[in-house]
């Protein structure tokens, strides 16, 4: 439900312009399914021609205690209490969901979009909405402008593209970098986005393009954008990009979570 044919494009370009140098994406392969069907696996991995080197077959057990000892970056799964459990553990995780519509994606350039809060940054603004109302969260915003966001659970995630992105850049190949990311937000960027802005430069961080909807439904957008993967934590969302094309991943965090297991 990935294209990976992507990633490893971006790998392919690494390893031409930095030949030594081992720092790609890495993809490992978990199932709690017992080894004996690992031939299977391995064969069918053969036959759509990917290049996924490691496997964690747990045989019944939650493959969640191996996510650290495999230095995981992003651990994206269909189980949702997993995902939970990643999260839990202080593991960038997200539930994917599949795209109700065939929609073609670049195999020449990883687009990754995100929302902001929640995901990238904490769930603090959130809070405010849910619980005093948009006038107040308007009046939060303005006055912290200048304080940076506290982060969520995939500022890392994005730290991490940003730096293979880097390497791209340090070979003059900004305009033709293989990794593309995106902020869409329901923020408005009259009212809350200078503090999304600058925090994101506190950071050090980058974003290639930011889209501030005020609002608006977010499918849409992503039509235009086409992402290989959209995260967020509110399921309204990825409800929305799931029927208009766009692989989703749910991220289960912050206060959005309890409103929507009390729906």
Not at 120 to 146: A, C, M, T, Y
Request: aromatic residues 10%; hydrophobic residues 40%; contains cysteine.
């Amino acid at each position: 439900i990935f294209n990976l044919q992507a990633l490893e494009h971006v790998n392919a370009r690494l390893l031409e312009l930095y030949p030594d140098d081992e720092e790609r994406f890495d993809i490992v392969l978990m199932t709690n399914n017992h080894a004996q069907v690992g031939v299977r696996l391995i064969n069918s991995i053969n036959h759509y021609g990917l290049t996924i080197e490691r496997f964690c077959m747990t045989g019944g057990k939650s493959p969640i205690g191996y996510l650290t000892a495999y230095l995981t970056n992003l651990y994206l799964s269909a189980d949702s209490e997993k995902v939970q459990e990643a999260i839990e553990a202080g593991i960038a995780a997200a539930t994917m969901f599949t795209a109700n519509k065939d929609v073609a994606y670049s195999d020449t350039q990883l687009r990754v979009a995100f929302d902001g809060d929640a995901v990238l940054f904490s769930d603090e603004s959130e809070q405010i909405v849910k619980e005093q109302g948009l006038d107040r969260f308007f009046e939060h915003e303005q006055l912290n402008e200048n304080k940076p966001l506290a982060q969520g659970p995939l500022k890392g995630f994005l730290e991490d593209l940003g730096k293979l992105q880097k390497k791209f850049y340090a070979k003059n190949e900004r305009l033709n970098c293989p990794i593309r990311t995106f902020l869409v937000t329901a923020r408005s960027a009259a009212s809350s986005g200078a503090r999304v802005l600058k925090t994101l430069r506190s950071w050090g961080l980058e974003i290639d393009e930011a889209l501030f909807l005020a609002g608006a439904p977010k499918g849409p957008i992503l039509v235009k954008i086409r992402p290989h993967i959209f995260f967020d934590d509110q399921m309204f969302h990825i409800e929305g990009a799931q029927k208009l094309g766009t692989i989703a991943a749910h991220v289960p965090y912050g206060v959005a979570q309890k409103y929507h297991k009390s729906a």
